[in-house]
């Protein structure tokens, strides 16, 4: 049936909660939960990461500790030792379709089946092949009533795990690419300076954006210019994103600000294949993991390689910092779905081609790429500008 206005009052309650995990939960999703019964909120949970309570199971131990005599002596566990009538006739608003097999994890599923629940709303059907509607129908079975989000709301409650569904329905990471550029469109000076571009406000957001990405990427030319350390800084972060950097003829040198700060996350170096043993050696001898792949076009290092490549390794999310060589060809491949322009109010001029990406272009305005979903808010002094290249996955 259609939800009304309570329904997703509460969807966007457990959308919030969802969002409490960001950056955290990785492999797994966001997932935010909300239960309610005439009226009244008896719990709220989301999920805090792999090995953690899924949401809908935080929220019914929440639930469960605010009842009169609590459950003393029992279990709560996600297989319902202790979970037997506690939501009796209520009702659960959970961002996404609950799991229905044993994975880290026993199944959602039974543990609301023996909550006694009477209507569970949930706001996306979970895309991992071992779910994917299963759950929903196992709800079902059971007697309870499911009704699903619809339109905006279900899509941007979709768009919580952007890198889960990109992930699962291609192998691919989502990338998210994130440059500063000021008003005259330039990203750097014609001496190659850009520090700095952008606001403090901004530099705090992308600091915030690594936290929650699972790897930060930047090219070689960006590494040689700015010598980066590419961690998350001065925003809470569970964990280090993983810092890759595409240098094919493995430039990198041992007194670099990535290399110096080994023990604060790790490091994934990309080359080209034919950069010789010896050399993967040495840096590697550096605590830095080297991989080697093949050229592509115009001799840089193949992005879709390089995707898949990443994607094997459980990476979701990529946040790419550049340069406009590497947008470029990433761009060019078609592996950018995201984009996020921290427009800034100066201006250098210049004579050198500085702008976001390099490479060939549309002849007309015609075939010029318009982003979908536009977003536009203020960020210190800068505006900053997003949007999706693609459609939802």
């Known amino acids: 049936m259609p939800l009304d206005t309570t329904d997703t009052g509460y969807l966007e309650r457990a959308m919030s909660l969802a969002d409490k995990g960001r950056g955290c939960t990785s492999?797994?999703?966001l997932v935010g939960a909300v239960i309610v019964a005439g009226g009244r909120v008896l719990g709220e949970g989301y999920h805090a990461g792999p090995w953690r309570d899924h949401a809908e199971v935080a929220a019914m131990k929440?639930?469960?500790s605010s009842r009169p005599g609590g459950c003393a002596g029992a279990d709560a566990s996600a297989e319902g030792l202790c979970f037997?009538?506690?939501c009796t006739g209520a009702t659960m608003y959970v961002t996404l379709e609950p799991c229905c097999t044993y994975g880290r994890t026993p199944p959602c599923t039974s543990a609301l089946v023996a909550g006694g629940f009477k209507r569970i709303v949930v706001g996306s059907v979970d895309p991992s092949?071992?779910?994917?509607?299963?759950?929903l129908d196992q709800l079902r079975a059971a007697g309870i009533q499911v009704d699903m989000a619809e339109g905006e709301l279900a899509l941007r409650i979709k768009r919580q795990n952007n890198g889960l569904r990109k992930w699962v329905a291609t192998g691919l990471p989502f990338v998210t690419y994130k440059y500063a550029m000021t008003l005259d469109g330039r990203v750097a000076t014609d001496g190659g300076d850009s520090r700095w571009i952008s606001s403090a406000g901004s530099r705090i957001l992308v600091h915030q954006l690594r936290a929650w990405s699972d790897a930060?990427?930047?090219?070689?030319g960006t590494l040689r210019a700015d010598d980066p350390r590419l961690t998350a800084r001065e925003v809470a972060c569970d964990r280090q994103p993983l810092r890759v950097v595409l240098d094919g003829g493995l430039m990198l040198h041992g007194d670099a600000a990535l290399v110096?700060?080994?023990e604060q996350g790790p490091v994934l170096v990309v080359c080209g294949s034919e950069v010789a043993e010896a050399r993967r050696a040495e840096v590697e001898s550096w605590g830095v993991e080297t991989v080697a792949v093949r050229r592509g076009e115009n001799a840089d290092l193949d992005p879709e390689e390089v995707a898949r490549m990443l994607g094997a390794r459980g990476v979701q999310t990529v946040l790419l910092e550049g340069g406009p060589r590497v947008a470029?060809?990433?761009w060019a491949a078609g592996l950018i779905d995201r984009v996020m322009a921290f427009v800034c109010p100066q201006i250098i001029s210049g004579r050198d081609n500085r702008a976001p990406l390099l490479g060939a272009g549309p002849v007309s305005m015609g075939e010029a790429t318009r982003l979908r979903e536009l977003e536009v808010e203020s960020v210190g002094s800068d505006l900053l500008v997003s949007g999706y290249v693609k459609g939802s996955f």
Do not use: I, S, Y
């Not at 930060?216 to 070689?220: F, L, N």
């Open 62 to 64: 929440d639930a469960l």
């Open 328 to 330: 470029g060809a990433w």
């Open 260 to 262: 110096k700060t080994g």
């Open 129 to 135: 092949p071992h779910v994917n509607g299963r759950g």
């Open 216 to 220: 930060v990427m930047v090219g070689g």
């Open 27 to 29: 492999p797994n999703p």
């Open 84 to 86: 037997e009538d506690v």
